[in-house]
């Protein structure tokens, strides 16, 4: 099935430093949505973005819904390593949540 | 319970063997979901239950897998005949209800090694 291309596919950086990733598509999604999944467990929702070029935050996180609905981006300021894991982002194109489309994740990896 | 549970946590199966995997969604949850995750790949979507609707099983790869929710809670996921292709990271998720809420919560899955 189709997937969402993210990029960087990982990226290692210092404590302390700014993240940025981002994730396109060919065709248009309703709702873009970012996840976080840490080893063994199923992925959590971080952020929602429900409009063309909103711009949301969630503590350190901040994400942006591409004006042309076909892309967002998450960024994480002064990153923690508590931070480490997998991002995935996820488009919606039913406007029921029934049928996410997610993308190839971007693995984090923080050192101190 | 508190979260979504699946059952086993892990499974190794000989290819053509039938498995069922197990899902108990967060009490009062009336939409389920499954989704599966093959190594280092995001999820897929594979079938979605709501309420006593008919489910979409649009995801769903092969007319070897199925899938069916008893009572409007646990929820089945049988693969007969298993190939090596089915490997992968099975995971189940809940909600109140589909329609802008997409507070899913994803219990921590079922690993599926076929060998």
């Known amino acids: 099935g189709q997937q969402l291309n993210q990029s960087p596919q990982s990226m290692f950086i210092q404590e302390g430093e700014d993240v940025s990733m981002n994730c396109t598509s060919s065709?248009?999604?309703?709702?873009w949505l970012w996840y976080k999944q840490e080893p063994g467990e199923g992925p959590v929702l971080l952020i929602a973005l429900y409009k063309a070029g909103e711009l949301t935050s969630n503590g350190r996180l901040t994400a942006q819904f591409g004006i042309t609905r076909k892309d967002s981006f998450l960024n994480i300021s002064a990153s923690i390593p508590s931070d480490v894991g997998i991002y995935f982002c996820a488009g919606d194109k039913t406007g029921t949540a029934s049928k996410l489309t997610f993308g190839t994740g971007t693995r984090l990896q923080v050192t101190l | 319970g508190a979260g979504v549970s699946q059952s086993p946590s892990n499974k190794v199966t000989e290819k053509g063997k039938d498995v069922e995997l197990r899902c108990d969604p967060i009490?009062?949850?009336?939409?389920l979901y499954w989704y599966r995750q093959s190594l280092g790949q995001g999820l897929e979507f594979l079938i979605y239950f709501q309420g006593n609707s008919a489910p979409d099983k649009s995801g769903l790869p092969s007319d070897r897998f199925s899938a069916e929710r008893t009572g409007g809670s646990v929820s089945t996921l049988t693969i007969q005949r298993t190939q090596q292709e089915d490997s992968a990271v099975y995971l189940c998720a809940s909600s109140y209800s589909p329609g802008g809420n997409y507070g899913y919560t994803f219990g921590s899955g079922t690993r599926l090694t076929v060998v």
């Open positions: 065709s248009i999604f309703n709702t």
């Open positions: 009490s009062g949850h009336t939409a």
